[in-house]
């Protein structure tokens, strides 16, 4: 028989602490019933996030403590050096997206990369996406959008 793939995914959290104990009960719930697996990252927060990540150490959810703030980027990339699962991403922390159905629409397999797409927004944050979407093309010279929509998932 084989196995489903794994989905790792990084939610890299700074200053959260009004959002974690409801993002951390999401996570615990997703975990429960899905293979997705989630590692949060707290980034160097100056808040209570590492408190509160210790008093759910005993929890299937995985933590990751920096003492330094990295930057949104190099929080993505510290979680991500330390996830070995067969599909890896990550999410935004600030719970503007129910965690949820931000997943749903995940394929089971057999994907190289997946990438939300966000909806319901106004004019000026589409032009705003639209723009960062056609500058980061130029660079990249393939075509991109909604480069910060999340999740955001590889093989």
Known sequence: MTRNPTIGIVIPCYNEEENLVSLIKQC????????????????????????????????????LNLDVNLGYGGGILAGLKELSEDYVGWIHADMQTNLEESLRKIPKFNFDYYKGIRTGRGITENIFSYAMGFYCSLIFKKWLFEINAQPTLMS
């Not at 429960?32 to 990540?53: A, C, P, Q």
């Open 28 to 63: 615990m719930d997703i975990q429960k019933n899905s293979d997705i697996r989630f590692l949060l990252v707290n980034n160097g927060s100056k808040d209570s996030t590492k408190d509160i990540f210790q008093s759910y150490e005993n929890t299937d959810l995985r933590f």
